[in-house]
């Protein structure tokens, strides 16, 4: 079938070119006109503008935004709507949050088009496995875009399924990058103990390599750690730095509103945040109290 | 090779028929006649006690050890030893302590024994996929049983390998179990935060069979995970009770001595135990006090 | 000085009488038409309106509004705004979130009006002992309440301070109770591990006695324990179920908002969710995955 | 009465000083010769070995053993038995873990001796405060060194008390500092929420001082928090690194051991292993698994 992809990214590059491989008809656009000339290139129709992304579709219209979540998404629609007809649809790939999929949902319904929210996972990877999409809205408008979902998909009939009404989609995706901090925080901490455990001289890539096969921890994220740490066994320029995109601490927020415990995720995310904080004050305050109270001496800086 | 195996439960049953159909000689003992019987029906020797294992083998004999961890094991070696040869090698694969392991092999090496330890992760599901084997001990040592490490492992390269000397092996699958429980515990605490969204009517079983294509937290847990929830989806019947087994509490501990801060694999044994927590001091003590200074209800038993 | 008080509820009615004790004319109302009544025989002015309440006052009135927190607040303001004028002083001495209390701020400066956020402490002991506050708004406006101030809190010139613009009072508050939080779970967990160590036979309320004097731990809260301790040392027939009331939750949100690692204050407030856990479905799934992979046995309901 | 005294730092010259202001006679030693120097001006007899000591009492004799846990406590014991006789009693007042207390005393008991263990709270400010004394041993032993228990602890009845048989002063002294470790890591992370909360432009020495009157989480811990803030408001030159003197962690070894779930306690720990970290693997660990399935940028060294 034929669809519109706005952001030609890391994600949605990859992803056109799955779906031109399958036989779709992508038009596609980016403000940077070189992915839209690589789109070109590799046998899709790159346009450059929104007002050619729509006039070069048919109506009904299948529009997938893969732009970054928020104000960009709500940008996007705006520009698009007065172009687009009834009936046309809007999907949203990216990773919103599901109070804003139910939203826009709910708002493009009124005015009469469609939407639909599309957690993707799958990374740099989707192109050659698929993409696992976890898809939120309306029966019927699922349907209409299942051919592209099949072929986005590492099977038609395997990693994707309409988990629910709108948001349920961005919600499960949400959950899901919950898991995966968890996940792999739980490697890291074990990798850590390895590498500590000076006495046993233990090395993490092989350990790695030989969890891939036959043990309970074997995984994907473990296979990717088993190549990285084969390139890069001590992890050499690394810094000890990790960001967060946004879905873990939303599914910490979500479970506490929900009155979920889930110590886990939520462990997973302070440690993250705990590894780009400087100058720490927690840390220093500790420090002053035992000498406070016990005159226990304290490191200066 | 002839390989003795002490233990043919559960792991140890299903090891000793993966080896015969890998063309091994197993002399098996259980003190459960049951196992023994159904051992030697299945073309195995099975042998109804220590000594006639021992007879039954050629020296220098290897012989797997397979029973629970602690006092069990010294106790088998201790009855072993007298019977046996210098050069005989033991093999524990159980989930023994890896101070322990160390000790053993000390010991027994001062006596002329040889003695490895092998974590082994696989579960109920060894027999058909092959068991993945962290292996501590001395090199030459781990040689001479190759060709049944190679046999029980996933594929003779595959799966397994020498971690280190003597505890390395049960250090490594110490830890293995550490990061299971954190990644077990984020799954779990995922599918949780769904089953409390009501208003969106997720599906668990839907979300984790589409999770195991494409999506980064796929793996075998979740494989498992998504058979069990399509079995039962509801968890009918299932108590929310969790014993641990012995590993995580000594990756906790050993994260602690090693300085090493490891909050995910420490919160899921936390979580486990609180699991089995009745009539919670903690809480109660919680309410009195939130009475105390605020005067607010408590809820009464 | 005269001070409007809405709300003479556990906390309110306590106010009241400090104030009233201090000097001040307190005109009051309730819903309640009982506390309204108990407030006048005590010597204080009880109305039974809003319109009777404003009517009773001179302006630049102050009225201190004690409700609970979220809509009941700005409807007080609602139906109170058309009845009061110009530089009139609304304040919030309830347990708001600060982010109300910088709109409300905001939203009645535009209109003419002052508003003031203070955070109270001290419970149902503030009658006797006086309340911490914690104040925020323009300076000017809280010079002129400062009366008021200096009677609630322990001493004139102790336990209160303005702490910053706009709600920085309730910024504040609600950062204590997150700390309360922490040390109270502190406090239990103690506890409960001196109940499990069976073999010392140790005594909670003893201890608690003891640790009043000299030791690190030595607190008010401390005090308090030590008290509900002596009067009930099993804490029989309370329940171990502990809500919490939103300062908790929104103090680890805004710790996660400013990317502030804060995980005792958060695993307090966990806990407390998981106090209400019924049936908890992932202790049920751990439950499961262990049997899954490694036919551990499962306990039934 | 005469109390023998080893180990004359910090505490142990401290509580000399309140043993001969309360009328006792004091005979202490110490391998710092300017210590016992310092004792003899102050008007108490130094010694220079154990030797003296002993010679310098009269028996049944108690000698208070102040010195640092483990070793030191059996070798000084060992030093002094054969010069002690029957009936003297041994005092151990440092922070010995309560295994090792529980098998002094039993070996004691067995040659003869006596052995009490006095976990002891106060820190720095015990010669002025007094100490808060958690005391196990025999009942009619510690009845013969009541004379100094009341004088050390903050009033004669009060802030002392024996919890239990030979151990229990030490384990209840040890769960009191894992409290601790909670109740000082929720007041760091709440001054530290209010450090990153620039707009509010918040002042910790001021709210530390409001909190001290009123407010819940008064306490000893935050008035030595408020004169440490007033002293030096932003921590200058303090480095955010925090030692743990060993009963944090052996709570939590003793929570995981009785199966009590103590999340606070145990995170309080983590978080000071944290502050010392250097070069953590852990977060490496994370931004390089984020880089490989995701693509997500490394932040590099």
Do not use: C
Request: charged fraction near 25%; hydrophobic fraction near 40%.
């Amino acid at each position: 079938m034929e669809l519109g992809l706005i952001g030609l990214g890391k994600m949605g590059g990859n992803m056109a070119e799955r779906l031109r491989l399958g036989g779709h008809k992508v038009v596609g656009f980016d403000f940077n006109k070189e992915a839209t000339a690589k789109l070109t290139a590799a046998g899709s129709v790159g346009v450059n503008s929104l007002e050619d992304l729509v006039k070069n579709m048919q109506s009904p219209r299948a529009i997938w935004i893969m732009v970054p979540a928020g104000d960009p998404v709500d940008e996007t629609i705006a520009k698009l709507k007065p172009m687009m007809q009834k009936g046309d649809i809007f999907i949203d790939g990216g990773n919103s949050n599901y109070k804003d999929s139910i939203r826009r949902h709910d708002e493009l319904k009124k005015e009469g088009f469609e939407f639909i929210d599309v957690g993707t996972s799958g990374g740099v990877w989707g192109l050659k496995e698929g993409y696992s999409m976890m898809v939120g809205g309306d029966e019927d408008v699922v349907e209409k875009i299942r051919p592209v979902l099949e072929t986005l998909a590492p099977a038609p009939d395997k990693g994707w399924g309409r988990t629910g009404p709108a948001g349920a989609g961005h919600f499960v995706k949400m959950v899901h990058n919950g898991i995966e901090y968890g996940m792999m925080q739980a490697f890291a901490e074990g990798f850590a103990i390895f590498e500590a455990k000076k006495e046993l001289n233990l090395n993490n890539a092989q350990i790695a390599e030989i969890w891939q096969y036959g043990s309970v921890v074997r995984s994907w994220l473990l296979d990717l750690t088993a190549a990285a740490l084969k390139a890069n066994p001590e992890l050499k320029g690394i810094a000890p730095y990790v960001p967060d995109s946004g879905e873990g601490r939303w599914t910490v927020f979500e479970a506490i509103d929900l009155n979920v415990s889930a110590p886990v995720i939520t462990e997973s995310l302070i440690r993250r945040i705990r590894s780009r904080e400087q100058d720490n004050l927690t840390d220093r305050m500790l420090s002053v109290m035992r000498n406070a109270f016990g005159g226990h001496a304290m490191k200066t800086e």
